[in-house]
């Protein structure tokens, strides 16, 4: 089983649990907790992470695997 997990909310951000490392373009480290929110719908104004804006700009995915 893997120590990190990305799980898709439908409609929603991905939701990031485990010990990851998240980086910009230029390397540098973003401070992140066990477990963070990342922006699927391009309107969070915290990007990369998830500041709520996907559910007032309607966003709108249900993603599944095939």
């Given at each position: 089983?893997?120590?990190?997990?990305?799980?898709?909310?439908?409609n929603g951000p991905y939701l990031v649990t485990g010990p990851v490392e998240l980086?910009?373009?230029?390397?540098?480290?973003?401070e992140v907790e066990a477990?963070?929110?990342?922006?699927r719908c391009?309107?969070?104004?915290k990007?990369?992470?998830?500041d709520g804006t996907h559910r007032t700009v309607?966003?709108?995915d249900q993603t599944r695997a095939k």
């Open positions: 089983m893997a120590d990190v997990t990305i799980r898709l909310r439908d980086v910009d373009t230029e390397g540098r480290a973003f477990s963070f929110a990342l922006c391009g309107h969070s104004g990007k990369p992470f998830c309607e966003f709108q």
